[in-house]
């Protein structure tokens, strides 16, 4: 019996640790990205500001420039006004921020995307 039950605590652990290897990487969208905009602990924010408080609506952001430019940017606004750390540039969130801006805020999101 003891072999037994230790047999089915093996398979348990390798399934949960398979299954952890497998998870989704976090989705890219621009719905992700807005919600990230409007999070005021976005970057470990110290403070309750979100970017919505200098951008409402996603609006008022030059965007011209590569992502990799608008990245830049994007972590001056967190560790500036929001009192935070940036976030990794290749990041799901990252490319999630720069693709809810780029697609125009809030006027640029249609539904379903």
């Known amino acids: 019996m003891r072999t037994s039950l230790m047999s089915v605590c093996a398979v348990v652990s390798a399934t949960c640790v398979f299954a952890g290897c497998m998870a989704q990487a976090p989705e890219v969208s621009a719905e992700r990205g807005?919600?990230?905009f409007y999070d005021a602990s976005l970057g470990g924010?110290?403070?309750s500001f979100?970017?919505?408080e200098c951008h409402p609506g996603g609006?008022?952001?030059?965007?011209a420039g590569s992502d990799s430019d608008l990245a830049?940017?994007?972590?001056r606004c967190i560790a500036g006004p929001l009192k935070g750390d940036g976030l990794e540039p290749e990041s799901a969130d990252m490319r999630s921020l720069v693709l809810y801006i780029r697609s125009g805020g809030d006027s640029g999101l249609q539904d379903g995307n």
């Open 34 to 36: 807005k919600e990230l």
């Open 50 to 52: 979100s970017c919505a």
């Open 72 to 75: 830049k940017v994007i972590n």
């Open 59 to 63: 609006g008022g952001i030059v965007v």
């Open 45 to 47: 924010s110290s403070n």
